[in-house]
């Protein structure tokens, strides 16, 4: 604290004689002990408006000042600009407090030094003033944050560094997934046309070789792409109705051929009790059991392969399974079992050498096993096979599955518009659709295909997704608002991935099916038949909204438009995120105007005129353009009652913006 002069003798010459401190004060020791953790003192006298700080505080800046006290204008001399109207009104709202319990005021400023640094301060002020020699007083304590905030930043900064590079990571995979799928996709499906074809015995098995090799590459493909989206995060599930027996039974049925070959036996055991209709992912399941089969088969020379699943108990309408594969196979030592699930991990080198295989599918396996909340593991023994087993909890539906083609009589030869901008799949597609007896015309852009369909007589649409300039989804929006019949046509989109945000567009889109790359022929031919020369309903036109409380606040066709190309979610964050920076601009609005300070009202304009074009907010953006410009003119009058009006205006937007989320919807 200020020692006073009050009770002091005079010195000769008529000064005060300046008396120090007891070395063992507690006023000493209190501020010896504040420097100590880099801390001063604070003390401002409203009435007076003078403030002392500790000497600490001083030191830290390298400032020659040495009074007990200095006017508080003088100190906000010592600030940098911006922090000086903040800091006023902090002390101003302390002094007019009432003693309600010992909370305190968090406030904050930077201090420009002589040596041309910045330092930060933080500044935690009572709650409430103190009475000293009958005067109110503002309290605190001042500490020196600026090399923790130096490091909260960095700390910021790497990790924005990181969210970026994990977002670049995870467009690089959706990129190069399908770059890489589409030659794939032509390898598979032209060798599979080509092994339909009349061959000689020589040339069948060097197609055959082909189409092996090219099946061989499509799984080391898939489980790298597969396990980098589990490192990044951005592989998440499904969780809609399917139907459990037969996706068990579809597995098997798809590598029967493989045990076939090997002369192995594959054996089916399907618990009776399974349940018909289940929630979840059926692709991600259907996915590690295939993976398990695989390796079974893989790894097995003589005997058979068991597939079993059956129920082990029900609750709550949650059934909880377990998937067993067993083989016959070479079997796996007790030390090497833990190996299996790790990434890039096989037993030993030299059965990579002879089986072949990146070592990532078990990893794949367990890390979705874990996402749907499941356990994994292995039984085996050197010589005498393994059994590889799963256990997942699932929902019970009870409601239709997916999306329902309508009802009614399909015909033959239904001309298919096939859009893509890859010759290959585009060729191949074509053989496939030919070979169904449907006739198919070509366009490789969202914009020819939008046009085709308009001049056309198409039954159905064959979309790839990603096309030059208009996408697949929004060339399909752009086919379903033609008039009449060329409106209705059901479009399939062919795509080589579905990630999340694919997921998210498909749901709100004018697309009705999938189907993946590479093209299954036999899947297509179900496609195609399901959907072929029927016709789609539209979706229903939204109701519209209550009129905003203010006529002209919101440009909705704006957030529409966000909508549309994001999604619901992804506009609702940006909404939210929106409410609160307007809510602290509005305080800054109201400082400034309190303050009377133009150079604080221009920038708060220049930052709202150029935050509200963005969400369509015609009258705030309006309202800051007109206080821009008067400020820039330095016309008071009229930057400060535009101000006035801007945070009524902005309360109105805020409950505009509320009515106008998208995520009311959804």
């Not at 063992?24 to 420097?35: I, N, Y």
């Not at 089969?293 to 909880?320: D, Q, W, Y």
């Not at 067993?326 to 037993?347: C, H, M, N, R, Y």
Request: one cysteine or more; glycine letters at 8%; charged letters at 25%.
């Amino acid at each position: 604290m200020v020692e006073r002069n009050r009770g002091r003798k005079s010195a000769p010459g008529g000064k005060a004689e300046k008396r120090a401190a007891p070395p063992h004060s507690p006023t000493l020791l209190h501020e010896r002990a504040l420097a100590a953790a880099q801390q001063s003192l604070f003390e401002w006298r409203p009435n007076q408006d003078r403030l002392t700080m500790g000497a600490a505080f001083w030191a830290q800046i390298g400032h020659p000042h040495e009074g007990p006290s200095l006017p508080l204008r003088d100190f906000h001399g010592l600030l940098v600009q911006e922090d000086r109207l903040p800091l006023g009104e902090v002390l101003r709202r302390a002094a007019a407090t009432r003693p309600d319990g010992a909370e305190t005021i968090p406030a904050s400023f930077r201090v420009a030094t002589p040596a041309g640094d910045v330092h930060e301060f933080t500044l935690a002020l009572a709650h409430s003033p103190v009475l000293l020699e009958g005067e109110a007083v503002v309290t605190g304590i001042v500490s020196d944050a600026t090399e923790s905030l130096r490091l909260r930043r960095e700390l910021v900064e790497a990790r924005n560094l990181a969210e970026s590079a994990n977002r670049a990571k995870s467009e690089f995979i959706a990129t190069i997934s399908h770059e890489i799928r589409t030659p794939i996709n032509g390898i598979l499906g032209m060798t599979g046309l080509l092994l339909d074809s009349e061959l000689s015995d020589e040339q069948r098995d060097l197609a055959r070789t082909v189409q092996e090799s090219g099946q061989a590459l499509l799984d080391i493909v898939t489980d790298i792409l597969d396990f980098a989206k589990v490192e990044a995060g951005k592989l998440e599930l499904k969780q809609i109705p399917f139907e459990l027996p037969d996706l068990v039974a579809g597995a098997i049925r798809m590598t029967e051929a493989c045990a076939k070959a090997k002369g192995l036996e594959l054996v089916a055991q399907i618990d009776p009790k399974l349940p018909r209709e289940v929630l979840g992912d059926p692709g991600r399941l259907r996915q590690v059991l295939l993976n398990l089969i695989a390796n079974a088969i893989k790894f097995t020379e003589r005997g058979k392969v068991s597939v079993r699943a059956r129920v082990l108990s029900r609750a709550n309408r949650t059934v909880r399974l377990r998937f067993e594969v067993e083989d016959t196979g070479i079997g796996i030592s007790e030390e090497a079992i833990p190996k299996l699930f790790q990434k890039f991990s096989q037993v030993d080198s030299s059965i990579a050498r002879r089986y072949g295989g990146t070592g990532l599918g078990l990893a794949v396996c367990k890390s979705l096993v874990d996402l749907m909340t499941g356990d994994i593991g292995v039984h085996s023994e050197i010589g005498r096979g393994s059994t590889f087993w799963f256990e997942v909890a699932l929902p019970e539906a009870g409601r239709k599955l997916g999306r329902a083609p309508p009802s009614g009589p399909q015909r033959a030869g239904v001309p298919v518009l096939v859009v893509d901008d890859n010759p290959v799949n585009a060729r191949l597609l074509v053989a496939l659709l030919q070979r169904m007896g449907h006739p198919a015309d070509v366009v490789d852009t969202g914009t020819k295909a939008v046009e085709a369909a308009r001049k056309g007589e198409h039954g159905l649409v064959l979309m790839d997704v990603q096309l030059p300039g208009l996408d697949g989804y929004e060339a399909a929006a752009a086919i379903r608002s033609l008039p009449g019949r060329r409106g209705e046509v059901p479009i399939v989109a062919v795509t080589g991935d579905i990630g999340e945000s694919d997921r998210e567009r498909y749901r709100g889109s004018a697309i009705n099916d999938f189907v993946h790359k590479p093209v299954d022929a036999g899947v297509l031919n179900d496609v195609v038949k399901r959907w072929a020369g029927t016709s789609v309903a539209r979706p229903a036109p939204r109701e519209e909204e209550p009129a905003a409380p203010v006529d002209g606040l919101i440009d909705e066709s704006v957030i529409s438009a966000l909508n549309a190309r994001i999604g619901p979610a992804k506009t609702g964050e940006l909404v939210d995120l929106y409410v609160a920076d307007l809510k602290e601009r509005v305080e800054y609005v109201r400082a400034a105007r309190t303050a009377k300070d133009m150079n604080a009202l221009h920038r708060q304009a220049h930052d709202l005129r150029s935050t509200t074009g963005s969400l369509g907010l015609t009258r705030l953006f309006a309202l800051g353009e007109g206080i821009q410009s008067a400020t820039h003119e330095g016309n008071e009058k009229q930057a400060f009652s535009l101000a006035a009006e801007g945070m009524v205006v902005a309360e109105q937007t805020i409950v505009a913006l509320a009515a106008a989320d998208p995520r009311n919807d959804a």
